[in-house]
């Protein structure tokens, strides 16, 4: 029972009676696109049902496809809600969209989407606007759809007329459906790539339906994909009306079907391209604007491109040289510049590329990633488009190993005239033959790096193996033994046919010996793209034009050729020319002029015309000379880098005529051999004292070559008493010495039970020291001196005149003149002789030295043979015994000189006196022992 409590504590309740108000609902259902395949055919037949409010409708059943375009407006009459309208157009209720796939029985959910009308309630004059509106099928994207959605209050007010009708449906009207044009598409059907079996039987002959806004194109179907993949028409065309609105431009889709026995035609794969920016172009915009530039620049009136025979002759006979000489400047570039001479100074090696930059040449460009990533991966003429089996995920679009294969084409959209007129010249009338090709792949590759070991000792013993279709080249028995960055420097010539055989596989394998090669990683390159490209990624184009020497032209095509193929790929006019020294090409005017601004030209240089042309190419983007870095990856690691690689490709049909191949072998040092006399040293520090108390030093020199471990050292020259050495002693050091780099090349093995010698590269660089000889303790280091062959001191005429100062890196900071062996071929004189201080010290002069050192190529030590030290064949030149004092010997080997030179020249007079004193002192006691018996006898005679 509600006591009085209760009652007086109640909420009270407030009731209010409010009348339903009436609206109509217009659903515009234009277009959905990207849907869910339901049938087995990888396609569906949708159909869209709208939910409003205790309604629904469904719009019209298209039959096998994925992007439906129903243009049709569903019509709610007497929807009721409750409540004031102003706060119904404040907070509208909302739409249900949701779509399904028809089938005999039942039908498939296919996604949902969720919409807002836009709220009339009288006198409003803004239409609806289509949207799209993101479709989805538990919680994952499932597609989109292009629809509008009115609410108008029906309460007495007049409403817009009703859509116009089709059949027994309304359409989008026009003030809201788009605004459509008359629109061309071209169709570069080239062919189809890399298809997967279906349903257990190979794709072996596919056609390829081009669908956009309900026109579809069929192409001839491939007798045969396996022998060609290509179509036979490359080139396909249809007109549509499509909305002028990129916004609402429905999506273009393309199927491949495969033609089977029976006349069995399964879908395979579909793609769907949902915006057609990418492909629109102008034709007659872009064709008027050239006129006019070319009527502003002066070539209104110009020829177009001249004959080879109009060039200025006597330019062209200028700097065209015979075809039979060689340039003098060659014969010296083979011995200091060189293809790598011009890959050092490109890759920023100032110390490697400075020869090559002090000659005026001009670099190639060093790419640090794949080329594909700055050409947008060669698809300015074709695209491979993945096909997929019904719809994909939307994180599909990276997962490109889910497609069953790929089309390769592309498109051009441009606008038709309104009034009738002719049309425009077609844009992808140009294309290169789409049939097979046999072609040259020559496959340079310059270094590794950054390679991951797998060895236990942290290391690597690379090698390369190259695939190219069925052919395959595996390089195992030049394997580079324990580096991680090697440099290879091959070229490997593959014979290929495209597209059958156009996907590239360079590989890197660690070499063992007893068990299974790993492979390090691989890395892949589509051929076919880069042949096809009008960017021309078959052949890097150099700097400069030149027709003889060590950088001559290398492509199969001459630059105007290929300017002019060219222009017509991009369906522009051919070039025009006035003269050999200006050109008119795409709206612009370049003159030679413009790129030489020097006002010398080097004799090695082609026709002025052929540079120009060149010039115009690089400033039109394609492809220049240069050195791609490639990320290398193993298949059992796919997202880990295992290293990269340094290499360049050039492709040429075996149709025309094939260049020879560029030398990228490593450089194979020269065998030289080094020969240094050493005769005379002096003021060489006097580190010894005899026990006589004299200062002294037993001196020998000691030489090599810094990096080999074979020393060499002087006979010794005893008992130096004025720091004073002579020897007419000769080192011999064979090496092997790379001219271009001014470095010598050791090979060694790491230690006694390695299998492999590694190599080392090191500054020429002799080390001369100067020892004292001890026999039961050891040497006394006095004085050092190192030289760089190729940068070292001159030498001093006379032993007086030699100090610090003459060193480099003297304190004083003194220029020093200094001379090169290897140009000089012989050098002899004085040097100082140094022990090196310590932070608080400075250094000190702890000798002199005079040497000879010369340099003969392996011919001519061979010519002129001379033995080490003074042994035979003592010749080049002969070397005398050192005329050394007659102090100089070893004391315990000679104890007559030991007495004669130093117990006597050092004791004598004590000796004298010694013996004079001994002598008296004898006589003495010899008179104390006789005189008593003299005199005792002389007595006894007198009695």
Not at 33 to 46: H, I, K, N, T, V
Not at 319 to 338: L, M, N, R, W, Y
Not at 534 to 554: D, E, H, I, M, T
Not at 669 to 683: H, K, S
Request: aromatic share 12%.
């Amino acid at each position: 029972m509600l006591t009085l409590k209760h009652a007086v504590h109640s909420p009270l309740t407030l009731i209010f009676s409010l009348e339903p108000h009436t609206y109509q609902l217009r659903a515009y259902i234009y277009q959905a696109r990207d849907l869910f395949s339901a049938d087995p055919s990888g396609l569906s037949d949708p159909y869209a049902r709208v939910v409003f409010s205790r309604q629904s409708q469904r719009t019209k059943i298209l039959n096998e496809t994925l992007c439906p375009t129903w243009d049709q407006t569903l019509v709610f009459e007497e929807v009721e809600f409750y409540g004031n309208p102003t706060m119904l157009a404040e907070s509208p209720p909302i739409v249900v969209v949701e779509l399904f796939d028809y089938d005999t029985v039942g039908s498939d959910f296919l996604g949902r989407a969720i919409a807002t009308p836009i709220v009339k309630l009288g006198g409003e004059h803004q239409m609806a606007k289509l949207n799209w509106h993101p479709i989805t099928r538990g919680g994952e994207p499932a597609g989109e759809l292009l629809g509008a959605f009115e609410l108008y209050l029906n309460e007495g007010a007049e409403l817009p007329f009703m859509p116009p009708t089709r059949g027994d449906v309304y359409q989008v009207p026009s003030g809201i459906r788009p605004v459509m044009q008359l629109t061309r598409i071209e169709v570069l059907t080239w062919g189809v790539r890399h298809m997967k079996k279906f349903q257990l039987a190979a794709v072996n002959s596919p056609s390829i339906e081009i669908e956009c806004g309900g026109v579809v194109l069929s192409t001839i179907k491939i007798k045969n994909a396996k022998k060609n993949p290509n179509f036979d028409t490359s080139s396909m065309l249809f007109d549509v009306f499509l909305p002028v609105e990129e916004l609402y431009t429905p999506p273009l889709n393309i199927r491949l079907l495969d033609h089977r026995s029976f006349g069995v035609k399964p879908l395979v794969g579909t793609h769907m391209i949902k915006s057609l920016q990418e492909y629109r172009r102008d034709p007659v915009a872009m064709v008027q604007t050239i006129r006019e530039k070319m009527l502003e620049s002066g070539f209104g009136d110009a020829e177009y491109a001249i004959d080879m025979d109009f060039a200025d002759p006597a330019a062209t006979a200028e700097h065209q040289p015979p075809a039979t000489s060689t340039s003098s400047e060659e014969g010296e570039f083979k011995e200091d510049v060189d293809w790598w001479s011009k890959y050092y100074s490109s890759s920023g090696n100032e110390q490697l590329g400075r020869v090559y930059r002090e000659k005026g040449y001009e670099n190639m460009v060093v790419f640090e990633e794949e080329l594909e990533n700055y050409f947008d991966n060669f698809t300015d003429l074709a695209q491979s488009f993945p096909l997929f089996h019904g719809k994909r995920h939307e994180d599909e679009d990276l997962d490109e190993d889910k497609a069953v294969g790929y089309f390769k084409g592309t498109f051009r959209v441009y606008p038709l005239p309104a009034d009738g007129s002719d049309p425009p010249p077609r844009m992808l009338k140009n294309v290169p033959c789409n049939q097979l090709v046999e072609v040259l792949v020559r496959v340079y590759i310059v270094k590794a790096f950054e390679l991951q070991p797998q060895d236990p000792n942290g290391l690597s013993d690379p090698y390369l193996a190259l695939k190219l279709g069925r052919f395959k080249v595996k390089d195992r028995e030049n394997y580079v033994p324990k580096n991680l960055s090697p440099t290879f420097g091959k070229m490997f010539e593959l014979d290929g046919t495209l597209p059958l055989e156009s996907e590239l596989r360079v590989q890197i394998f660690d070499y063992d010996l007893l068990s299974g090669d790993d492979l390090i990683g691989e890395t892949k390159i589509d051929l076919e793209n880069r042949f096809l490209s009008a960017r021309r990624g078959v052949c890097g184009l150099p700097k400069r034009y030149y027709v003889a020497g060590p950088y001559k032209w290398r492509d199969a095509e001459l630059p105007r050729q290929i300017l002019e193929k060219w222009c017509a790929t991009q369906a522009l006019p051919p070039p025009v020319w006035r003269g050999n020294s200006q050109v008119y090409v795409n709206g612009k005017t370049c003159c030679l002029r413009d790129y030489e601004t020097r006002g010398q030209v080097h004799k090695d240089w082609g026709p002025p015309e052929e540079r120009l042309a060149l010039y115009t190419l690089l400033d039109l983007g394609l492809v220049p000379e240069h050195i791609e870095t490639r990320t290398l990856y193993n298949p059992l690691r796919p997202e880990i880098p295992q290293g990269k690689i340094q290499i360049f490709v050039d492709i040429f049909p075996k149709s025309a005529t094939i260049p020879p191949p560029i030398n990228i072998t490593p450089r194979a040092p020269q065998d030289l051999q080094l020969r240094v006399i050493v005769y005379n040293v002096q003021d060489v520090l006097l580190s010894d004292t005899s026990f006589t108390g004299e200062k002294m030093s037993d001196i020998y020199v000691k030489g090599w070559l810094k990096g080999q471990d074979k020393k060499q050292k002087t006979d010794v020259h005893y008992r130096s008493l004025n720091g004073e050495g002579n020897f007419n002693w000769r080192y011999v050091f064979p090496f092997k010495y790379l001219p271009a780099e001014e470095v010598m090349v050791i090979k060694k093995k790491e230690h006694f039970f390695s299998l492999d010698k590694h190599e080392e590269k090191h500054p020429v660089t002799f080390v001369c020291q100067i020892w004292d000889n001890d026999i039961f303790t050891p040497d006394d280091f006095l004085g050092l001196l190192e030289l760089n062959l190729n940068f070292m001191p001159k030498a001093n005429k006379f032993a007086k005149s030699v100090s610090l100062d003459d060193l480099p890196d003297n304190e004083k900071g003194k220029p020093v003149p200094m001379v090169s062996l290897f140009d000089q071929k012989n050098v002899k004189g004085w040097w100082p002789l140094y022990e090196e201080g310590g932070p608080d010290t400075p250094r000190e002069l702890t000798g002199k030295v005079e040497m000879e050192l010369e340099i003969l190529s392996k011919e001519d030590s061979e010519a002129k043979p001379a033995g080490k030290g003074q042994e035979e064949p003592n010749e080049n030149p002969h070397l005398d015994p050192p005329n050394r004092p007659a102090t100089s010997f070893l004391w315990f080997t000679s104890p007559w000189k030991s007495l004669r030179y130093i117990i006597w020249n050092s004791y004598k007079w004590y000796i004298l006196i010694g013996f004079i004193i001994l002598l008296v002192v004898a006589m003495v006691g010899l008179f104390i022992y006789s005189a008593p018996g003299a005199l005792s006898q002389k007595l006894i005679a007198k009695l």
